[in-house]
């Protein structure tokens, strides 16, 4: 079986990067960027409403 991922992108610096929806936090807890360190809710950084959606059913 394959596993999912989420395409994330920060909003402040525009890292783009993939997680598996285990390796973050429930959507509205806060991520920080690995590039930057901005702090925002999770959701904010689905790079789009499909990830999101992956997020909110897997994560």
């Known amino acids: 079986m394959e596993e999912a991922y989420?395409?994330?992108l920060c909003p402040e610096c525009t890292k783009?990067?993939?997680a598996t929806p285990d390796e973050l936090p429930e959507?509205?807890?806060v991520l920080h960027c690995p590039n930057c360190h901005?702090?925002?809710p999770v959701s904010e950084f689905a790079r789009t409403e499909?990830?999101?959606n992956t997020l909110k059913q897997l994560g």
């Open 27 to 29: 959507t509205h807890r």
């Open 16 to 18: 783009e990067w993939q």
């Open 6 to 8: 989420v395409r994330l």
């Open 50 to 52: 499909h990830d999101l």
């Open 38 to 40: 901005a702090s925002r």
